[in-house]
């Protein structure tokens, strides 16, 4: 629908006197200058650079103060929860594989790695993990994406108790903060394959996940979300609501004669036999698991539009297939 | 470290006893210097990592080759489970059955083995209902075999699955489920609750046929089986049973057998004070049993079974161990001692019991009033070692509302035991001869339990000579609580309250007699000397 002219020349004059009114309210303020506004820079002087307070260096120490967490609490618990509920419809399995931990007086933290596919994947793993590991869990956040603006790293450390991480690398200064979070008793959860799914397919993984595990010796949580790209995937505006699937599998501990890697790769494998265990059986996934013929997460090796289309077929199995038929919109031939 | 069992001797300071009266609980004052109450011993610690236990187990076996090397590509493999009817109460999930045959089924996945066949042990037993095949393995488990055809349920009436293995050389015939005789290799994942379980009786029992059970499930030798949870050369029962396994062992399919030990930790926390010895309630333990009590008493029977059903124990897993049958029983047996066995010093008068709100032949049903006999007179009775707790003609008393009630899915042919057997005798030799045969041979029986939820026709026959050694060895039965017409249907003398039954048994026993209580929970046997 077009706007009429005429009130589009209404609005422009009201926002033009606007304008002129505020630029004349803060006149006396310019003329007054400094301390009341920024002091001007001498020539030839170099003033140092703030240390950087964003990405990376987000200090996230608040987030977990005794209010914050009444606060996030009340978020996770409340509309958090059921925004999951009708967004998602989660049908949560294998949690009887975490029966030993959940049973102990204190169960160890835990560093929970799922697959990723979609933003709302972290509200259903708050969601379905273990209330034991929930109310102490911090959250791994890509600190380019998600702390890259103060009111988004607040809103982020606040509501899902999130914690900067650079995608690529695990620095020192990251692995230090995880193993102090980690001694205080707080989960983690972290997705391996460092950023949402460009194409529905899965990532291979980083071995942030392993890395940490090594390091702090808590064990490594495989877990397998399904359904979840199709309801809100990179690049949607807005989500549809579907059903999803969220498959625990058997803690793993890194074993003494094994690197990084190889423990990456054995979560990794753990993750894609809790994938094919989603879309086909236990049966079927141990015995691929075991013959090496698992379906890659990852997907076809090809390219172009057989790998667009296999997806398709690929989601028909799992909980995005249950999904309500959509309605079908046929072309006007007038 | 937990305390073992032991026996404590009432005086005028011991606090009165807990007694279970069925899907309730009572307090009892026993008479001050000359009772005793003997208590089961604190739950022992369960092991810390359950699946590298069962691993283990499952790679170093006792006297058998591991089982990786059993497996091949081409062989039918049968995996075997216990029935519903343990643990008592269900053990919360993941049920130590649904660990065995993961780890066996990992196995399996790595040496390709594609013919695989899980299967219940029911023997006679009712069919299990599909959420409890899912509670007993793991909906991984289920979704993946079930829908397949994989996994299923043994039909001893099933004319067509059933082979004859050989014979013993007192004429016994060993007939099994054919899938099973037919297998290259039997797994058997068992859960030793108590000493009676396990061992050849896994097999020989829980895939038989009526004829194969019809050798040793007799008044003869139930009266003979002195008792189950004891010496197995005190069983007539086990005898057999282990004539009937040597022959399996020699003709029969080569058997992997899992067996498992659990503690004592029958009740969640919201039960505690079931746990604890009665001086030891807490003021939020004592508040507790007042609050269950009170409200127990004022529940529908329905109401009150659907809160006992769904209890869930915290069973922890105390030994797990695998290999050839009568080698790892021997283990087993040490594992199952370690947590029952309370020695006890002489017998005595007067034997006096709770009696549950379950035995193994009613999970998720009702406790009918032959099952409350074979309950007390079979089970508890029988948890003993060397010589029963209460001298050969003393008197048994027990406490329950023994209501004349049936679950007519589970126990059809019970309500008929209870109208037409038991209104005629309660001899255990008079109606085998008289009516064992038209009930085995019902067909309409047959054909609920072969397609429906029922217990086999034969069944409350069995569950009836189950308590025919402690029907033969008491004097009198007196039940406490009980409606007064079916506790006399059952050949017992009602009472009103305890005191009552102390009058009422002193006909038998004298003004004075001793008095031993069984303390339950937990479950324990007493090695008397």
């Given at each position: 629908m077009e706007i009429p002219k005429r009130y589009l020349r209404a609005g422009q004059r009201v926002a033009g006197r606007a304008e002129s009114t505020v630029r004349r309210a803060a006149a006396p303020l310019r003329a007054t200058g400094f301390p009341y506004r920024a002091p001007n820079v001498p020539k030839g002087v170099e003033v140092p650079e703030e240390p950087p307070t964003l990405g990376a260096d987000y200090d996230t120490e608040w987030a977990r103060t005794p209010i914050a967490r009444a606060a996030r609490g009340v978020i996770t618990e409340g509309p958090l929860r059921l925004l999951i509920a009708g967004l998602a419809r989660p049908e949560v399995t294998g949690l009887d594989r975490l029966a030993d931990l959940v049973e102990l007086d204190d169960p160890p933290p835990a560093i929970f790695a799922p697959n990723h596919h979609s933003h709302i994947d972290t509200g259903l793993m708050i969601r379905s993990i273990p209330m034991c590991w929930r109310r102490e869990l911090v959250v791994a956040a890509a600190a380019d994406y998600f702390f890259d603006a103060h009111w988004k790293a607040a809103l982020s450390a606040l509501s899902l108790n999130a914690i900067p991480i650079d995608r690529e690398v695990t620095g020192r200064k990251s692995s230090d903060m995880f193993r102090d979070l980690v001694a205080d008793g707080h989960s983690l959860l972290i997705y391996p394959e460092g950023g949402r799914s460009p194409d529905g397919w899965g990532q291979d993984f980083k071995g942030g996940a392993a890395y940490l595990s090594s390091r702090t010796g808590a064990p490594v949580v495989p877990v397998f979300i399904d359904g979840t790209g199709a309801i809100f995937g990179k690049g949607m505006k807005r989500p549809k609501p579907g059903r999803t699937k969220v498959v625990f599998g058997a803690p793993l501990w890194p074993s003494a004669d094994e690197n990084t890697r190889r423990y990456n790769a054995r979560i990794e494998a753990a993750v894609t036999r809790l994938g094919d265990e989603a879309l086909t059986d236990y049966w079927t996934a141990a015995k691929r698991a075991a013959r090496g013929t698992s379906p890659k997460l990852t997907g076809p090796d090809y390219n172009g539009w057989r790998r667009q289309w296999e997806l398709g077929e690929h989601r028909k199995l799992g909980a995005a297939g249950l999904r309500r038929r959509q309605k079908r919109r046929w072309p006007d031939l007038d | 470290m937990p305390r073992p069992g032991f026996v404590l001797d009432v005086d005028r300071s011991t606090p009165p006893m807990l007694f279970w009266r069925g899907e309730g609980f009572s307090l009892e004052k026993l008479p001050a210097d000359r009772s005793r109450v003997v208590y089961p011993a604190e739950p022992l610690p369960g092991l810390d990592d359950v699946d590298g236990h069962i691993r283990n187990a499952l790679l170093n076996p006792v006297d058998m080759e591991p089982l990786p090397a059993l497996l091949s590509p081409d062989m039918k493999l049968t995996i075997c489970f216990d029935d519903a009817s343990l643990s008592l109460p269900k053990m919360r999930r993941p049920d130590i059955r649904q660990r065995i045959i993961e780890a066996v089924l990992d196995h399996a996945a790595a040496a390709g083995v594609d013919d695989i066949h899980i299967i219940a042990a029911l023997g006679l037993h009712r069919r299990m209902h599909d959420y409890e095949l899912r509670h007993v393995l793991g909906d991984r488990i289920f979704d993946a075999f079930h829908p397949r055809g994989m996994l299923y349920q043994h039909d001893a009436e099933d004319p067509d699955n059933l082979a004859v293995i050989g014979e013993t050389d007192e004429g016994e015939v060993l007939e099994i489920n054919e899938r099973v005789a037919d297998s290259d290799l039997v797994v058997y994942a068992n859960v030793n609750q108590v000493a009676m379980d396990g061992g050849w009786k896994s097999i020989t029992?829980?895939?038989?046929s009526y004829r194969c059970l019809a050798n040793h499930h007799t008044p003869t030798h139930l009266q003979e089986t002195k008792s189950l949870m004891g010496h197995r050369d005190h069983s007539a029962l086990h005898k057999s049973i282990w004539r009937l396994g040597k022959v399996l062992r020699d003709n029969g399919p080569k058997i992997f057998q899992v067996e498992t030990t659990i503690n004592n930790?029958?009740?969640?926390d919201t039960f505690g004070f079931l746990n604890k010895r009665e001086w030891e309630w807490s003021a939020k333990d004592r508040a507790l049993y007042v609050a269950t009590e009170k409200s127990l008493k004022r529940l529908p029977n329905r109401a009150k079974r659907k809160i006992f059903h769904s209890i869930e124990a915290p069973y922890e897993l105390t030994s797990v161990q695998a290999g050839f049958t009568p080698s790892v029983h021997e283990i087993t047996l040490d594992n199952v001692y370690a947590q029952h066995l309370v020695p006890v010093e002489g017998q005595t008068d007067i034997l006096t019991m709770g009696i549950p709100?379950?035995?193994?032949?009613n999970p998720e049903g009702t406790m009918n009033p032959i099952l409350v006999m074979c309950m007390g007179l079979g089970y508890m009775f029988n948890m003993y070692r060397n010589k029963p707790l209460v001298r050969e003609g003393g008197v048994i008393i027990m406490t329950h509302?023994?209501?004349?009630?049936?679950n007519p899915v589970h126990h059809p042919s019970y309500i008929d035991f209870f109208d037409e057997v038991l209104a005629d005798t309660t001899d255990p030799v008079v109606m085998a001869e008289k009516y064992e045969r038209k009930y085995a041979e019902d067909e309409w029986y047959r054909h609920l339990y072969r397609t429906g939820n029922a217990y086999h026709g034969v069944h409350p026959f069995y569950a009836w000579y189950w308590g025919a050694h402690g029907q033969q060895h008491a004097g009198r039965v007196i039940i406490v609580g009980g409606d007064a017409p079916t506790v006399r249907r059952l050949g017992f003398t009602p009472a009103s309250t305890m005191n009552d039954a102390f009058e009422i048994a002193s006909d038998v026993v004298g003004r004075a007699p001793t008095i031993t209580h069984l303390h339950v929970p937990s479950v324990l046997v007493a090695d008397v000397r």
């Amino acid at each position: 629908m077009e706007i009429p002219k005429r009130y589009l020349r209404a609005g422009q004059r009201v926002a033009g006197r606007a304008e002129s009114t505020v630029r004349r309210a803060a006149a006396p303020l310019r003329a007054t200058g400094f301390p009341y506004r920024a002091p001007n820079v001498p020539k030839g002087v170099e003033v140092p650079e703030e240390p950087p307070t964003l990405g990376a260096d987000y200090d996230t120490e608040w987030a977990r103060t005794p209010i914050a967490r009444a606060a996030r609490g009340v978020i996770t618990e409340g509309p958090l929860r059921l925004l999951i509920a009708g967004l998602a419809r989660p049908e949560v399995t294998g949690l009887d594989r975490l029966a030993d931990l959940v049973e102990l007086d204190d169960p160890p933290p835990a560093i929970f790695a799922p697959n990723h596919h979609s933003h709302i994947d972290t509200g259903l793993m708050i969601r379905s993990i273990p209330m034991c590991w929930r109310r102490e869990l911090v959250v791994a956040a890509a600190a380019d994406y998600f702390f890259d603006a103060h009111w988004k790293a607040a809103l982020s450390a606040l509501s899902l108790n999130a914690i900067p991480i650079d995608r690529e690398v695990t620095g020192r200064k990251s692995s230090d903060m995880f193993r102090d979070l980690v001694a205080d008793g707080h989960s983690l959860l972290i997705y391996p394959e460092g950023g949402r799914s460009p194409d529905g397919w899965g990532q291979d993984f980083k071995g942030g996940a392993a890395y940490l595990s090594s390091r702090t010796g808590a064990p490594v949580v495989p877990v397998f979300i399904d359904g979840t790209g199709a309801i809100f995937g990179k690049g949607m505006k807005r989500p549809k609501p579907g059903r999803t699937k969220v498959v625990f599998g058997a803690p793993l501990w890194p074993s003494a004669d094994e690197n990084t890697r190889r423990y990456n790769a054995r979560i990794e494998a753990a993750v894609t036999r809790l994938g094919d265990e989603a879309l086909t059986d236990y049966w079927t996934a141990a015995k691929r698991a075991a013959r090496g013929t698992s379906p890659k997460l990852t997907g076809p090796d090809y390219n172009g539009w057989r790998r667009q289309w296999e997806l398709g077929e690929h989601r028909k199995l799992g909980a995005a297939g249950l999904r309500r038929r959509q309605k079908r919109r046929w072309p006007d031939l007038d | 470290m937990p305390r073992p069992g032991f026996v404590l001797d009432v005086d005028r300071s011991t606090p009165p006893m807990l007694f279970w009266r069925g899907e309730g609980f009572s307090l009892e004052k026993l008479p001050a210097d000359r009772s005793r109450v003997v208590y089961p011993a604190e739950p022992l610690p369960g092991l810390d990592d359950v699946d590298g236990h069962i691993r283990n187990a499952l790679l170093n076996p006792v006297d058998m080759e591991p089982l990786p090397a059993l497996l091949s590509p081409d062989m039918k493999l049968t995996i075997c489970f216990d029935d519903a009817s343990l643990s008592l109460p269900k053990m919360r999930r993941p049920d130590i059955r649904q660990r065995i045959i993961e780890a066996v089924l990992d196995h399996a996945a790595a040496a390709g083995v594609d013919d695989i066949h899980i299967i219940a042990a029911l023997g006679l037993h009712r069919r299990m209902h599909d959420y409890e095949l899912r509670h007993v393995l793991g909906d991984r488990i289920f979704d993946a075999f079930h829908p397949r055809g994989m996994l299923y349920q043994h039909d001893a009436e099933d004319p067509d699955n059933l082979a004859v293995i050989g014979e013993t050389d007192e004429g016994e015939v060993l007939e099994i489920n054919e899938r099973v005789a037919d297998s290259d290799l039997v797994v058997y994942a068992n859960v030793n609750q108590v000493a009676m379980d396990g061992g050849w009786k896994s097999i020989t029992t829980g895939f038989a046929s009526y004829r194969c059970l019809a050798n040793h499930h007799t008044p003869t030798h139930l009266q003979e089986t002195k008792s189950l949870m004891g010496h197995r050369d005190h069983s007539a029962l086990h005898k057999s049973i282990w004539r009937l396994g040597k022959v399996l062992r020699d003709n029969g399919p080569k058997i992997f057998q899992v067996e498992t030990t659990i503690n004592n930790d029958a009740f969640p926390d919201t039960f505690g004070f079931l746990n604890k010895r009665e001086w030891e309630w807490s003021a939020k333990d004592r508040a507790l049993y007042v609050a269950t009590e009170k409200s127990l008493k004022r529940l529908p029977n329905r109401a009150k079974r659907k809160i006992f059903h769904s209890i869930e124990a915290p069973y922890e897993l105390t030994s797990v161990q695998a290999g050839f049958t009568p080698s790892v029983h021997e283990i087993t047996l040490d594992n199952v001692y370690a947590q029952h066995l309370v020695p006890v010093e002489g017998q005595t008068d007067i034997l006096t019991m709770g009696i549950p709100f379950i035995c193994p032949y009613n999970p998720e049903g009702t406790m009918n009033p032959i099952l409350v006999m074979c309950m007390g007179l079979g089970y508890m009775f029988n948890m003993y070692r060397n010589k029963p707790l209460v001298r050969e003609g003393g008197v048994i008393i027990m406490t329950h509302p023994t209501y004349r009630e049936f679950n007519p899915v589970h126990h059809p042919s019970y309500i008929d035991f209870f109208d037409e057997v038991l209104a005629d005798t309660t001899d255990p030799v008079v109606m085998a001869e008289k009516y064992e045969r038209k009930y085995a041979e019902d067909e309409w029986y047959r054909h609920l339990y072969r397609t429906g939820n029922a217990y086999h026709g034969v069944h409350p026959f069995y569950a009836w000579y189950w308590g025919a050694h402690g029907q033969q060895h008491a004097g009198r039965v007196i039940i406490v609580g009980g409606d007064a017409p079916t506790v006399r249907r059952l050949g017992f003398t009602p009472a009103s309250t305890m005191n009552d039954a102390f009058e009422i048994a002193s006909d038998v026993v004298g003004r004075a007699p001793t008095i031993t209580h069984l303390h339950v929970p937990s479950v324990l046997v007493a090695d008397v000397r």
